[in-house]
């Protein structure tokens, strides 16, 4: 089903809202293609409104909208208003009688409405948001709260939905925000690809992170970086303990005795880290079977390197590959499976 996010440009408001809306959209539908190639209508298209509820061009540097289909549904994103005090937002919102007017017809019709940062006062003002479940900034929760005590603030959550109505707090939290209405109307799985590659993932590069920080070493000339810098450029090739000692101009020994002061592990551990972290890659962004990942990675054995992927990511190749692989499982590509670009007429506006 295809989506319409309609970008409500108020007078003083926080644009990069609505700007990092786009390129969260536009990486949906980039994402989407590829395991759709030979559908041309994506799945989300976008508008800017101004306060009046009237379209208006996109500046030229922000990616083109697709066109919209006839049967698309509708969200409102409302974003922040960028205030000095809570009596100065006041005075914004006393002054956004036809901002909320539209905020309430378009939720009396039936379509989602999202906001960002302090925008749920807006919401509130409009009557939508009583009796609901919702999310604010902290700097003015307490506010919020006495001044509209039937909303249910939820100040442990960075999005929060109910029913048709999304909102978050901080205004970093607008990307999940646009990652929660992708998931709403195209569904999780687009949703989770949009979220390996837009957001960062600790879970996802801890371990990378733990391994270049336990090997970080002060000088180029030192054991363990010799040995280190000869793993990365042999990770293919059969492990000798012997020849990696030589490479570091030590004995088998004194390599061994410097990795675990440095690293607490052995040569043999790190290159087993190097390449999991090769497969993983290889997972993500290629479509070789795992028979090729396996020779790719050092190994001859794909039961055995099964076993150690599993160990250090929790997660098994193919398991791993469903999660974060950004290509569809297609093993051939035609050179007109081009993500199709919009026609833009002169005014800016993409032609169906």
């Not at 799945?43 to 009237?54: C, E, K, N």
């Not at 569904?187 to 391994?211: H, I, K, M, V």
């Not at 990770?235 to 490479?247: C, D, F, K, N, T």
């Not at 599993?310 to 093993?331: C, D, K």
Request: charged letters at 20%; hydrophobic letters at 45%.
């Amino acid at each position: 089903m295809n989506a319409c996010i309609d970008l409500f440009c108020l007078p003083n408001c926080l644009s990069g809202t609505l700007f990092s809306a786009i390129d969260v959209l536009h990486a949906a539908n980039k994402l989407w293609h590829l395991h759709h190639p030979r559908r041309k209508t994506p799945p989300f298209s976008w508008r800017l409104l101004d306060s009046d509820g009237a379209e208006q061009p996109l500046p030229a540097w922000l990616p083109a909208s697709p066109a919209r289909p006839a049967a698309a549904r509708c969200a409102l994103l409302v974003p922040g208003l960028d205030m000095d005090s809570v009596p100065q937002l006041k005075q914004q919102l006393d002054r956004a009688d036809k901002a909320l007017r539209l905020i309430a017809l378009r939720h009396a019709a039936g379509d989602v409405i999202a906001t960002n940062y302090n925008g749920a006062a807006l919401l509130a003002r409009a009557g939508i948001l009583d009796g609901r479940n919702a999310t604010i900034t902290w700097l003015i929760a307490g506010w919020f709260s006495s001044s509209h005590p039937r909303v249910k603030l939820l100040m442990d959550r960075p999005v929060t939905q109910d029913g048709s109505v999304f909102c978050s707090g901080a205004p970093a939290a607008a990307t999940e925000l646009v990652l929660e209405l992708v998931r709403h109307f195209a569904g999780d799985e687009l949703a989770q690809r949009c979220t390996n590659g837009l957001l960062y993932l600790p879970a996802r590069f801890e371990q990378s992170a733990q391994t270049l920080s336990a090997l970080s070493t002060p000088t180029r000339d030192s054991v363990v970086f010799k040995a280190r810098r000869w793993l990365e450029q042999h990770v293919a090739e059969p492990y000798s303990l012997g020849r990696v000692a030589a490479a570091a101009a030590v004995s088998s020994r004194t390599l061994l005795r410097h990795f675990r002061e440095v690293a607490d592990m052995t040569p043999l551990d790190y290159l087993q880290q190097l390449r999991v972290e090769r497969a993983k890659l290889l997972l993500e962004v290629t479509m070789l079977d795992l028979p090729g990942i396996v020779e790719q990675c050092g190994y001859d054995d794909p039961c055995a390197f099964r076993r150690l992927f599993r160990r250090q990511t929790g997660l098994t190749p193919a398991a791993y590959r469903r999660a974060y692989a950004l290509r569809a499982s297609r093993r051939r590509w035609r050179a007109d499976d081009a993500m199709p670009q919009p026609e833009i007429d002169q005014a800016g506006q993409a032609r169906v």
